[in-house]
């Protein structure tokens, strides 16, 4: 089984002057500072992983994941 990363759902907006516009294809996804993260990119270990999203090539938000093979 080879887990692969999938960001579905993902609904990233920026608020600005009371509208609301999508930002999703402005968002990246990185492990390791380094290690980009696109859709259906296989993870090579399992474990604890953090993500580090960014908007327009700068951090913004980090959150952790559990790479699992059950």
């Known amino acids: ?35 980009q993260l696109t859709k259906g990119r296989p993870f090579t270990t399992t474990g604890k992983k953090v993500v580090e999203v960014r908007y327009n090539g700068r951090k913004v938000a980090t959150y952790t994941i559990l790479v699992s093979a059950k």
């Open 1 to 35: 089984m080879t887990l692969c990363f999938d960001p579905a759902g993902l609904k990233a907006v920026n608020y600005a002057k009371g509208k609301q516009t999508s930002i999703n294809s402005k968002i990246t996804f990185y492990t390791s500072k380094t290690v």
